[in-house]
């Protein structure tokens, strides 16, 4: 059996997280934060669901602001529950939010350096050594804010929001992503402030599950033990976007790796809680039925006996076992055997798990955010229709984004991309390029799947 990473714990208002404190819960919240009632409300049901902490986009100073008015009506309420700050593109912003929040997370790709362009930019080591200070002007008085107030703080990098500095410098790749987060938290070690958790994210379970082992391994060699936070960003929804998060989040969980959680699902977030929790719960069992079927691997095939419950246990049991084994390529084919189901719905949880996995597609795949309150189109539906009218496109990659924020760079492998680029607005993407910006949200499903239908022709 594996045994949990050891970390220092970050403490974040009345929870730890990390060393020997339970693998915490947690979601984010879909409402635009200035609007009070309808953020304590959700907040409310994502805590009553089990969440141990909630997190709200603050894009700017007045959503920071009003940080203040949902935690003083949730505690009125009895609601003690931390709140986290999500900060992107604007510094100061995080500096406001850190004196109202349990906790704010920064994004490295985007708190100091410009928006992601896919530019290749030259550099000196002169010059790269001046954008570290840039950064390090910019951190160090947040910092000093964090200290005042007791305030954690996530470092959260995204696979999809890497600065064109990072990767002009180290390419597209894990340790490029290593980077982005090691320059910061060398600037919080510097400044002598550990309330830190650490974050990689991305939508391809490969890429995530490889980086966040790099992050252990280098965080080692440098004396650092962080908590991290584990995720697949951009999973989906229904039954596909909980096997990918299984997959991901499982694969790490049963290494020992992981003191908080999030399962990101195109869903209402109270959704996403049972979830998260019952792979918490699954680690023990899932981590040795990863042994026993690592050890039975036999022509290229794993062969998982299992029981459940219940079928979305079952394929959580079955996704979480196997995904590090699939993963790391140990085998490439999944036989899976439960009494109680049909060769049929056996065969799709496993063609479902090796898609997940990157390994064979079978269906059309999705990659698309759980909404936040940067989105502004009605996400759930914009899904539901777009997957009615590709579901029969095998193979094919499309995404489904509230927000520019991760949007063109999570989309990097997608065929298509469906982008929020302001209110009742979206720009369709092939690829990575923009190939039509600002459409009106009534005509922009229409013309995506035209876009689709033309290049098919």
Sequence with gaps: ???????????????????????????MATTDTNDTEGSVAQAKRIIDAGGELVRFTTQGTREAENMKNISARLKQDGYNTPLVADVHFTAHTADVAAQYCEKVRI????????????????????????????IEAKLVPFINICKEHKTAVRIGVNHGSLSDRIMSRYGDTPEGIVESCM?????FRREHFDDVVISIKA?????????VRLLVKTMDQEDMHYPLHLGVTEAGEGEDGRIKS?????????????DTIRVSLSEEPECEIPVARKLVELIPECTLLRQQAEAGISD??????????????????????????LIDRKATKLNILSAGYTPQQLEGLSDAILQA??????????????????????LQET???????????????????????????????????????????????????????????????????????????
Excluded at 203 to 211: E, G, L
Excluded at 246 to 258: K, P, S
Excluded at 302 to 324: H, N
Aim: net charge neutral; proline share 3%; glycine share 12%.
């Design 300 to 325: 290229d095939t794993i062969t998982l006996s299992l029981d459940a419950s219940d079928w979305e246990t079952l394929q959580l049991k079955a996704a979480m076992a196997v995904g590090a084994l």
């Design 1 to 27: 059996m594996s045994t949990r990473r050891i970390s220092i714990v970050a403490h974040v208002g009345n929870i730890g997280i990390g060393g020997e404190n339970p693998i915490r819960i947690q979601s």
């Design 107 to 134: 994004n490295p790709g985007n708190y100091v350096d410009p928006g992601r362009t896919f530019k290749h930019l030259e550099y000196t080591d002169e010059e790269y050594q001046a954008e570290l200070q840039k």
């Design 357 to 378: 996995a990157r390994i064979k597609f079978t269906k059309t795949e999705y990659i698309s955010c759980p909404g936040c309150g940067r989105t502004l189109y009605n």
């Design 246 to 258: 299984a997959v991901g989040i499982g694969a790490l969980l049963t290494e020992g790796i992981g």
């Design 183 to 187: 320059e910061f938290l060398r600037i």
């Design 383 to 457: 899904i539901q229709r777009i997957k009615a009218a590709t579901a029969h496109l095998v193979g094919l990659k499309i995404g489904i984004m509230g927000c520019i924020v991760n949007g063109p760079g999570e989309m990097a492998d997608a065929d298509y991309g469906y982008v929020g680029a302001g209110r009742g607005k979206i720009s369709l993407y092939r690829g990575k390029e923009c190939i039509e910006k600002n459409i009106p949200e009534d005509e922009a499903v229409d013309r995506l799947l035209q876009l689709i239908e033309n290049d098919r022709k």
């Design 203 to 211: 939508s391809n379970t490969v890429v995530m599950v490889t980086t």
